[in-house]
């Protein structure tokens, strides 16, 4: 089995749970305590179809301060986990703004990014303020997976990064560049 790796960017505003959801995919536990990040980076095998692949997962800041930093990681990331907080419409409205600097760097306004989003805090569902539909909606627009996960009850954290990397290896297998992987089985965490 040969060992490849995509590189996974997790963006969104400040406060959403980009570190909560990276560290309870990557360490299984729940970090409750929000201590803003300037940049984090994990590592973490999975299965994908037979295929030992190796995540190496930027967890970015959410503050304005640090987005100069954006554009040197977004240049060679593989597939983005784009999350708000469902508790927040400014959070939602801010994966729009992100979501057009992806591809400003990434240079492909018309072709597809491996990218998912992400509605996070779905255990605070007393204080949505972010429909699901709304959520299904802007993945609609964007031509992206969407999911609602909560980091605290470890709700599809683990299935947030499957399903991307799923989608790498599909965008992968289309880039005549490279050997095609096949893709259609499923991802283990291993």
Known sequence: MAISSA???VMGSGGVGKSAMTVRFVKGKFVAKYDPTIQ???KKQVECDGEAILLDILDTAGQEEYSS???QYMRDAHGFVLVYSITSSASFDDCRTLREQILRVK???GEEIP???VGNKSDLDEERAVSDEEG???AEEFGCLFIETSAKEDINVEQTFMDLTTKVLEEEAKNPTKPAKKSGGGCLVL
């Open 7 to 9: 590189k996974v960017v």
């Open 40 to 42: 984090d980076f994990y």
């Open 69 to 71: 930093l954006r554009d």
């Open 107 to 109: 240079e492909k306004a």
């Open 115 to 117: 990218l998912i989003l």
């Open 136 to 138: 299904k909606a802007l």
